[in-house]
């Protein structure tokens, strides 16, 4: 009589079996302490995703040259006016990050912002329009040229090089036309815009204050993706790794925040800049019209067949980046004090496209962050005022502005072919 085999594995096989599953989760399991979190840096790196790598360098860089070349530049009244200068054309970068994210170009944004700047002038000094009559004006301006833009886009298929260029050339002939003879219109000195544009700083407790915010952000969303995580029985985010990130994060705005007050402070215009491109990237990464975004951007026809609405976006864009255009035009004219012909002419443009790029959004779009333009423009104010400092042409500030702008561009295209390499694109 044949004894019959057993099939059921025995306990020595079963243990056997869940250290090898045991093993078998270790090499799929991320590293996620902070060794692990540098190598995955590092591997991303490797692999064409720079992030914000060479902004950050760059900056270094700049910093340190002209630091020795004119111990001024770092002082803390010389970074307060950098910081002064940077909001103005920092806010209208960010609005082409938004159309740059599509894959487009708005060329027009230095005349809007010099027509939004006019129509403060002429309504508010020449025909006596209360303060915030006038914004409200220049704001629906900079909206209806954006939804033209996209109208022209979406209905015409014409191209958005074309058509804002087109209105450059109509924005800059309407700001000469309801400027007049005179050409300039003086702002008054006293006025709050004025101020806030000029003198008005934080408190050094307010500046404090704001400045332990994004660490506590960091830790809220951080804790509440773990526990998301954690709830479908996915690894994530050590508490150790999430504080040191955190940690530091803070650390290094309180001490920013502690070196400008040792001049005249935080100016509470950059910090609306700062505000605004923190809800920007919220809006970008945790919205659905911002992965929308990110979509059409990465290819639109296989957006619009996963059932967003293509054209919507582009208007979106369009008129987000016209509207931060005019509010850029505001608060240059609080800056100078006047609105004038000259507003929004010049390197306006050059300055405000070349931050977003420089900043790390790629000019082939569906990559990019609302931090883009904070970064970029910084970078190309300390350029400016680095010079500036040394007594130097304006011929060299573009000649290097130009040179930035192409090695951001190269990087780009260099990171971008190493993603497709690595099967990433």
């Known amino acids: 009589m044949t004894t019959p085999v057993s099939t059921k594995p025995s306990s020595d096989e079963n243990a056997t079996a869940e250290a090898a599953l045991d093993r078998s989760d270790e090499r799929v399991r991320p590293d996620e302490s902070i060794g692990g979190m540098v190598r995955s840096f590092f591997a991303r790196v490797r692999t064409g995703d720079l992030g914000m790598l060479p902004v950050a360098v760059g900056l270094i860089v700049i910093s340190t040259v002209f630091s020795i070349l004119n111990p001024v530049f770092l002082a803390p009244n010389n970074l307060v006016n950098l910081l002064f200068d940077s909001a103005t054309i920092g806010?209208?970068?960010?609005g082409i990050v938004c159309v740059l994210l599509l894959g487009e170009i708005d060329l027009s944004v230095g005349s809007m912002s010099g027509l939004a700047s006019a129509i403060i002038g002429v309504l508010w000094v020449n025909a006596g329009w209360?303060?915030?009559g006038g914004i409200a004006v220049a704001l629906a301006a900079g909206a209806a040229m954006g939804a033209l833009y996209a109208m022209l886009y979406n209905r015409l298929?014409?191209?958005?090089?074309?058509?804002?260029?087109?209105?450059?050339?109509?924005?800059?002939?309407?700001?000469?036309?309801i400027l007049g003879p005179t050409g300039s219109i003086n702002l008054p000195y006293a006025s709050p815009l004025v101020r806030f544009g000029q003198v008005m700083v934080m408190p050094?407790?307010?500046?404090?204050?704001?400045?332990?915010?994004?660490?506590?952000?960091?830790?809220?969303?951080?804790l509440r993706n773990r526990a998301r995580r954690h709830a479908v029985g996915l690894s994530s985010q050590p508490l150790g790794a999430l504080a040191f990130k955190a940690g530091l994060f803070t650390v290094v705005i309180q001490f920013a925040v502690y070196y400008l007050n040792l001049g005249r402070g935080v100016p509470w215009m950059f910090g609306l800049f700062v505000a605004l491109v923190v809800l920007l990237d919220y809006a970008l990464t945790r919205t659905r019209w911002g992965r929308s975004?990110?979509?059409?951007?990465?290819?639109?026809?296989?957006?619009?067949?996963?059932g967003i609405n293509v054209r919507r976006i582009y208007m979106s864009a369009f008129m987000l980046c016209s509207t931060l255009?005019?509010?850029?035009?505001?608060?240059?004219?609080?800056?100078?004090?006047?609105?004038?012909?000259?507003?929004?002419?010049?390197d306006v443009n050059l300055n405000a496209i070349a931050a977003a790029v420089i900043g790390g959004t790629s000019l082939f779009g569906g990559r990019g962050s609302a931090y883009s333009a904070l970064l970029g423009i910084i970078v190309i104010q300390a350029i400016s005022n680095g010079l500036t400092l040394l007594n130097l042409s304006s011929s060299l500030r573009y000649m290097i502005t130009g040179a930035v702008l192409a090695i951001a561009v190269i990087v780009d295209s260099l990171a971008r072919r190493s993603r497709v390499s690595h099967g990433r694109a």
């Not at 806010?91 to 960010?94: A, Y």
């Not at 050094?204 to 951080?222: C, E």
């Not at 975004?293 to 996963?306: C, H, I, K, T, W």
């Open 157 to 177: 298929g014409m191209p958005s090089f074309v058509a804002t260029l087109a209105g450059l050339l109509a924005l800059l002939g309407l700001q000469l036309y």
């Open 130 to 132: 209360p303060i915030a």
């Open 91 to 94: 806010v209208i970068s960010l």
């Open 325 to 346: 255009a005019a509010l850029g035009g505001i608060l240059a004219a609080s800056r100078l004090a006047s609105s004038s012909q000259q507003a929004g002419t010049g």
């Open 293 to 306: 975004m990110f979509a059409v951007g990465g290819n639109r026809e296989a957006a619009r067949r996963s």
């Open 204 to 222: 050094g407790w307010t500046s404090h204050l704001l400045a332990l915010l994004p660490g506590v952000v960091m830790v809220v969303l951080g």
